[in-house]
C-alpha cells in the first residue's frame, strides 16, 4: 500500500493548479443518466472516486471515456441495467444519485443503500422523502431501495427539507429535471456545487432558477440534451493548500480557485495572522514567520465554514499561540484526526462536537494514518509544518479527492514524496 513521506519544514512559493471540484463532478456524472445524448465534462478531477463512479455508469450501460487533458464523455445512449450493488455502491456516498435519474428515465431502479467516509451515520431519509413527493414508491429491503415511478412517470412537487442537505438537494434536482412539471425546493443547500449542477441541468433543457440560493425552481423536460459543461473548481483543495501554505509558512497563488466561495476560510485566516487575496485568476495566501493567532470556528452549510475543511483548519490551529475552539454541526463523528495530530505533538481535548485545540510551539513528524479524505489531507498539511518526517500511511483515502497531492506541493517547495510498497 502507497504511503506519503514528508520532510517537513519547507516554505511553499510558486503557484498550485486548482482541480475541478470532487463533489461536483460526481453529480455531474449521474446527469449523463437523464439524457440519451453525449454529455461531456472539461476541468474534470482525476480522481479514484470519479474513475469508480465511472464505473457504476458504465454498468449502468453509459460509455465512458476519458478524453485529452481534463475531459470526460459520458454516452447513455441507451440505459442497460436499473440495478446497482452493493460493491459498487457502498464505498462512496455519491453514487447514491444514480436512483433519482434512474427512476426518472427507465420508470424504476434498485439501488443498494450507500456508504462513503466514516464520518457519521449519514441516512438518507431526505433523498428518499424527496422521490417520494415527486411520486416515486420506495420499499426498503435486504439493504436495497426499490423504487418505481407511477404510470405517466414522476409529477413535479413541492419539497421543503428539514435540513438544507447538499446530497438530498442535488438528487431532487436531478430528478426533478425529467419530472413533469414544476418542482420547488425550499431550505435547498446553497453550495456552488449545487449551483454548478443547476447551470449544466438548465444547459441540457431543464429549466432550473435559483440553484445557489435557498429556494430552487426547476422546470422538468421530457428530453434533456447533450451538452459541454465546465466542472467548477474545487473550494475545498482550495481550503487545503491555503491552509498548507499558511501552516509551512510561505507565499503561493492558488491558479483556479474561486474568491466567493471561501470567504468563511478567508476571514478565519486573516483572524489567525495569514494573508489571503484574490490575485490574477486565482488567490494569492502568504505567511511569514510569525505566530499565528487562535481562531474559533464551527461548520456551518455554506457560505459557513465547510465541515470539509475542518480537518485542515484544525491542523493550523496546532501551532497557533493560544487555545482555539472548533465545534463541528455537520457530522457527529468528524474528529478522528485529532488523536493523529496528537501523534505530532499537537494539544487537543475532544468533548463530543467540539475540540479544544491548545497551540503548540512546534510539532514534530511521526507515523500517522487516518480513516477519511480530509482528515489526511489535515496530517500532511501537519507534516509539512512539523519538524522531521511523517509518513501518511493509507493513502487511498487522500488518492479518493486529491488529484496529484504530492506533485503540486513538491512543485512549490514541499519535500513529499510517494512510497509504493
Ligand atoms: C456532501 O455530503 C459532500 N459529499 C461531503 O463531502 C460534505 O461534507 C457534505 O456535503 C456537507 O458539505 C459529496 O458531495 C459527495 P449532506 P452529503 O446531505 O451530501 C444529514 C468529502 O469529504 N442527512 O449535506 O452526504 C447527514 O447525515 C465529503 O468530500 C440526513 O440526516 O451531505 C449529515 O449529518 C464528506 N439525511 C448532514 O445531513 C439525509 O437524507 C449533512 O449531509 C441526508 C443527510
Known sequence: ???????????????????????????????????????????MPRLADSRFMGHLLARLGVRVEEGPGAQMQLHAAEIGDTFAPYDLVRKMRATFNVLGPLVAREGQARVSLPGGCAIGARPVDLHLRALEALGAEIELSEGYVDARAPKGGLVGAEIDLPFASVGATEHTMLTAS??????????????????????????????VEGAGTSTIRIQGRERLKGITHRVVGDRIETTTYALAVAAAGGDAVLDGAVWAHNKALWAAMHEAGVTAEPADEGVRVARNGDRLDSVDIETQPF???????????????????????????????????????????????????????????????????????????????????????????????LDRGFERLEAKLSGCGARIERQSE
Open 303 to 397: 457560505p459557513g465554514f465547510p465541515t470539509d475543511a475542518q480537518a485542515q483548519f484544525m491542523a493550523l490551529m496546532t501551532l497557533a499561540a493560544g487555545t482555539s475552539v472548533i465545534r463541528e454541526t455537520i457530522f457527529e463523528n468528524r474528529f478522528m484526526h485529532a488523536p493523529e495530530l496528537a501523534r505530532l505533538g499537537a494539544d487537543i481535548t475532544v468533548h463530543g462536537n467540539e475540540a479544544i485545540v491548545r497551540g503548540v510551539a512546534r510539532l514534530k513528524g511521526a507515523p500517522v494514518m487516518a480513516t477519511d479524505l480530509r482528515a489526511s489531507v489535515s496530517l500532511v498539511i501537519a507534516g509539512l509544518a512539523a519538524e522531521g518526517e511523517t509518513v501518511v500511511n493509507r493513502v487511498y483515502h
Open 178 to 207: 425529467l419530472a413533469r412539471g414544476e418542482t420547488v425546493i425550499e431550505n435547498a443547500a446553497r453550495e456552488p456545487e449545487i449551483a454548478d449542477l443547476g447551470a449544466c441541468l438548465t444547459a441540457m433543457g431543464a429549466v
Open 1 to 43: 500500500m502507497d504511503r506519503i513521506v514528508i520532510q517537513g519544514g519547507a516554505r511553499l512559493e510558486g503557484r498550485i493548479a486548482i482541480s475541478g471540484a470532487k463533489n461536483s463532478a460526481l453529480k455531474l456524472m449521474a446527469a449523463a443518466l437523464l439524457t440519451d445524448e453525449p454529455l461531456t465534462l472539461t476541468n
